[in-house]
């Protein structure tokens, strides 16, 4: 939809204004009594109704014992500000404490005592920094593939920088809208190819042959991300498309199905790859 600007003010303090669409104002039945919420998203201006109602949450500790890292990493990568979690497990405590410290950027445990924690975000994401911090975990990446990083520690940086690159698209969007979810699909895809990657390490130090494919294919899928270029593209899609069917056809052992999952999610990456940079 396209809008005029209409100036307002002196010459030299001029401001503008621009009308919202009738039919949107009536929905959500706004008129001059009530505010909207303005984000500024890159070169978009994104006007809601009101603001999102996940600011604060409550989490009962003691049914969400099992769960405890899939909740507050969800809730983290979803924008949520500020989380309160009650419980009746002294031990419960000790858990957030390390699931805040090793997985949540940003995050600080502000209030503790019996029975009761208090989580909240310290510092706002910064929208500019989103490629900054891609690059940074396909660097990692690419250093836990080589066996050039101690793997536990490269793992919980990339878990830290993936749950916050996530939480950033979600609580600040992107200068270019429409890639926000092709972006966090690709995160969610370097994660688990960055599984597959620690566990084959955890197998076998020096992996077979297929594994020297699979880094090089990372490599130029991180290349082609920033640099992108179409007979490369071509090239490298395929040879993770064979790459995934030769490994699938071989003998099936632990250390041979992570290999293939790898492919696997290499070949569905580049796919994302090619739609991220035509959206």
Known sequence: MEKKLTAQGPRK???????????????????KT????LELVGSKAVVSAKRSSLEQVRIDGDLARNNLIKIL?????????DIE???????IATEILEIVERALLGYEIVEQRKGYVHIQEIFEESSSSFKTILRRIFLLALELAGGDTNTVSADRTIKKLINYAQ??????GHSEYKKVPLYYLILDRIEKLCDELKWIREIEQKPPFPYEQITELLRNAYLLLFTFD??????????????????????????????HNSARILNSLYADIYAVIHA
């Open 13 to 31: 303090r001029k401001s503008y204004t621009v009308t919202l669409p009738i039919e949107w104002v009536k929905e959500y039945k706004l008129d």
């Open 34 to 37: 009530r505010s909207v919420d």
């Open 73 to 81: 990493q969800s809730l983290y990568r979803t924008g949520v500000a």
């Open 85 to 91: 979690v009650t419980f009746s497990e002294p031990m």
């Open 167 to 172: 939480r950033t698209l979600m609580k600040k």
């Open 230 to 259: 179409e007979k490369v593209y071509q090239r490298c899609q395929f040879q993770s498309y064979e790459l995934k069917n030769q490994v699938k056809r071989g003998k099936q052992t632990p250390l041979m199905t992570h290999l």
